[in-house]
């Protein structure tokens, strides 16, 4: 089970960091991400990460803004958004990848949050 927190309202040019933490008696080893849903349009890609961390990839819209991360100790992953711009406020959801293809891709993630809220007010 994946449950993100740490959503919210803030201003533009403000900055939130989301954690999603993974339950279980194992330690996530699976590569994860993070999709985002605005009103009326489809679930996008923000970023993801590799198991152990090596490697990380995002949209281009948050490119040098967003940095994903994880702590495989904790079974956390986590995304710190700064510079955060009203066309960003969407539904963020947290996943886990179990199959191959290009990560952007939602059909190669297996598992979902129940997504949080960021609002960011202009």
């Known amino acids: 089970q994946l449950v993100e927190s740490g959503g919210g309202l803030v201003q533009a040019g403000g900055s939130l960091r989301l954690s999603c933490t993974v339950s279980?008696?194992?330690?996530?080893?699976?590569?994860m991400g993070w999709f985002r849903q605005a009103p009326g349009n489809e679930r996008d890609f923000v970023a993801a990460?590799?198991?152990?961390?090596?490697?990380?990839y995002y949209e281009d819209a948050v490119k040098g803004r967003f940095t994903i991360s994880r702590d495989n100790a904790k079974n956390a992953v986590y995304l710190q958004m700064n510079l955060l711009k009203p066309e960003d406020t969407a539904v963020y959801y947290c996943a886990r990848r179990a199959n191959f293809g290009s990560y952007s891709r939602a059909d190669t993630y297996d598992s979902w949050g129940q997504g949080t809220q960021v609002t960011v007010s202009s």
């Open positions: 990460i590799t198991s152990g961390g090596g490697y990380t």
């Open positions: 279980g008696r194992t330690r996530n080893d699976y590569p």
